[in-house]
């Protein structure tokens, strides 16, 4: 089986900084995009950026100029770096992957939580 980690959630204060971790393990022949979504309260989920394995990257509008995507295609492992935080940014954040292993299809971590308040 596939298995997606995340790490690196908390809580910080608006200005700060929070760095998130998601490795896959597991049968993998390669991957494909991997990203990162989050989903506040009441709201529904929304892609926060993603990454090619050539190393493309897409970012909303929301956290360009903040947020930071990029990846270790060599440990299978996608980071976001998030600086300047806002309270907004306050969610549960989703790693997922599009992964090549018996078949083809996304995967996805079980979530952590990023919280920015003062």
């Known amino acids: 089986q596939v298995q997606l980690e995340e790490s690196g959630g908390g809580v910080v204060q608006p200005g700060g900084s929070l760095r998130l971790s998601c490795v896959a393990s597991g049968k993998i022949f390669s991957i494909n995009v991997m990203g990162w979504y989050r989903q506040a309260p009441g709201k529904e989920r929304e892609l926060v950026a993603d990454i090619t394995s050539h190393h493309r990257t897409n970012y909303q509008d929301s956290v360009k100029g903040r947020f930071t995507i990029s990846r270790d295609n060599a440990r299978n492992t996608v980071y976001l770096q998030m600086n300047s935080l806002k309270v907004d940014d306050t969610a549960v954040y989703y790693c997922?992957?599009?992964?090549?292993?018996?078949?083809?299809?996304?995967?996805w971590g079980q979530g952590t939580q990023v919280t920015v308040s003062s």
């Open positions: 997922y992957a599009d992964i090549n292993s018996y078949w083809r299809r996304d995967y």
